[in-house]
């Protein structure tokens, strides 16, 4: 006999088996694809308060380029818990196991907590060899303001990743709306922040940095919060949160895809900045200008990436359940709505990439470059709606194998090795070439398979 909590999860996850494939879209992606774009945005607005601040501009948007990889390692690992819980939770349910669903849960708890307080102590133990791997040694004023920065950043660990590992739980707990507004919450209190520490209080880019971590330990309470509420089908019990190691190997294989996707972007920033620092001799312009690349690189993959999170939970529900059917009509759906998007997003890409050099107020020589080379770095993402929501469908049928061959593919096999050579013989436009000609290749590779 069901327990009165089994039976409210039970209830909670029908919708995915009975709602219609348009309402469900509206309730689980785009709320994810608001989270995911919001998200990013704690890390643009902090580019655009520091690229007008006075005694900061590019330097100090060098600064915050180089602790970026290192705020994506903490992701990587928020990521992989998060994303495998929810695929795991809604397995479970899809299956009828709803026991099985509440102790993963717990577990990731307890184990979100723990990496969350191991990096810490890893950033504040080890800064400045941290900053030097990733390039803040390419001039005095780039690595005092990296310093500065990092500090804060390494601080907040434990809340960032506590806070984007249960984000996605909250989803596969049938509330993905609350998840949005929790991300919402944080990203509302650095737009107030960031001025007010930067601009106010003349912190500078320490300010910037400050603002963030105050703005993740709103989010964090928003979502702790949660779970405290009727709303959640799930519970803190102490019980469920002592882990079993067989079951936490289960939710890290299905959180390992997103892990590597988002961890790559670390080996990738070094790529980056080690190719771009040879071929222009340090030059803060150039190093600025792939800042903003980069973020408008996010710009367009985040709400892919939303779409294909977003029906995770209905895709490892149905899976599950074992309805065939209606999994493969809401794939083709998801992929329909993602090549739409992809074709709009990449036509502007073409035509007027520096638009994104506006959104950073970026100086008029940046602009330029932008300008330029936007187009070669991002001519690639036109097929971003095969990578982005396909390997995300993998992970929720439980295919971790193939969603991780397909990341891989394109960052590690692919983009790594193009880069040194693009920039051995075309200098800087090298790099920028090697990632849109990574992005055509990973996304040929992943429709032929």
């Not at 509206?26 to 007008?52: E, G, K």
């Not at 500090?151 to 609350?178: C, H, K």
């Not at 990449?346 to 602009?367: H, I, K, N, R």
Request: glycine content about 8%; hydrophobic content about 55%; overall charge positive.
């Amino acid at each position: 006999m069901q327990t009165e909590s089994e039976t409210s999860i039970a209830q909670n996850a029908r919708p995915l088996a009975t709602q219609p494939l348009g309402r469900l879209m509206r309730r689980y992606a785009v709320p994810c694809m608001t989270s995911l774009v919001v998200a990013a945005l704690y890390n643009m607005v902090d580019q655009v308060f520091i690229a007008n601040a006075p005694d900061l501009g590019s330097v100090g948007n060098a600064a915050t380029t180089v602790v970026f990889p290192l705020t994506v390692a903490a992701l990587a690992i928020a990521v992989m818990l998060g994303d495998g819980c929810c695929a795991f939770v809604s397995l479970m349910l899809g299956a009828g196991k709803q026991e099985e669903a509440h102790r993963a849960v717990g577990e990731t708890v307890t184990v979100s907590v723990l990496a969350g307080l191991v990096l810490m102590a890893a950033y504040l133990l080890f800064p400045d060899t941290l900053l030097t791997w990733f390039g803040g040694r390419v001039n005095a004023g780039t690595f005092e303001k990296a310093q500065e920065y990092f500090f804060w950043i390494a601080l907040g660990v434990p809340l960032y990743v506590f806070g984007q590992a249960m984000n996605p739980v909250i989803r596969s707990d049938g509330s993905p709306t609350f998840a949005m507004v929790a991300t919402l919450a944080g990203a509302a209190a650095n737009l107030v922040l960031d001025p007010l520490l930067i601009f106010t209080f003349h912190m500078g880019v320490a300010g910037s940095s400050l603002a963030t971590v105050l703005s993740q330990a709103c989010s964090c309470a928003a979502v702790a919060a949660f779970f405290w509420t009727r709303r959640s089908l799930f519970r803190f019990r102490r019980k469920e949160m002592r882990f079993r190691a067989a079951r936490v190997r289960e939710i890290l294989s299905l959180g390992v895809t997103p892990f590597v996707m988002t961890l790559t972007e670390c080996a990738i920033q070094i790529v980056f900045n080690v190719n771009l620092n040879r071929a222009t001799g340090g030059d803060k312009d150039y190093t600025a200008v792939l800042t903003v690349m980069l973020s408008a690189l996010q710009l367009i993959s985040l709400p892919l990436n939303g779409m294909g999170n977003g029906m995770q939970p209905f895709v490892s529900y149905l899976y599950g359940k074992g309805d065939a059917v209606r999994l493969k009509k809401g794939i083709r759906c998801v992929t329909v709505l993602a090549f739409l998007f992809c074709c709009s997003i990449w036509s502007v890409s073409m035509a007027a990439p520096e638009l994104y050099a506006s959104l950073f107020s970026a100086s008029e020589t940046v602009t330029e470059i932008v300008r330029a080379n936007g187009p070669l770095f991002l001519m690639g993402s036109i097929l971003f709606f095969v990578q982005m929501t396909l390997q995300n469908v993998n992970v929720g049928l439980g295919q971790a194998g193939m969603a991780l061959f397909l990341a891989v593919n394109r960052k590690v096999i692919v983009l790594i090795p193009l880069c040194f050579v693009l920039t051995h013989f075309l200098g800087f436009k090298g790099v920028y070439l090697s990632e849109g000609i990574a992005d055509l290749v990973a996304g040929i590779v992943t429709a032929i398979v």
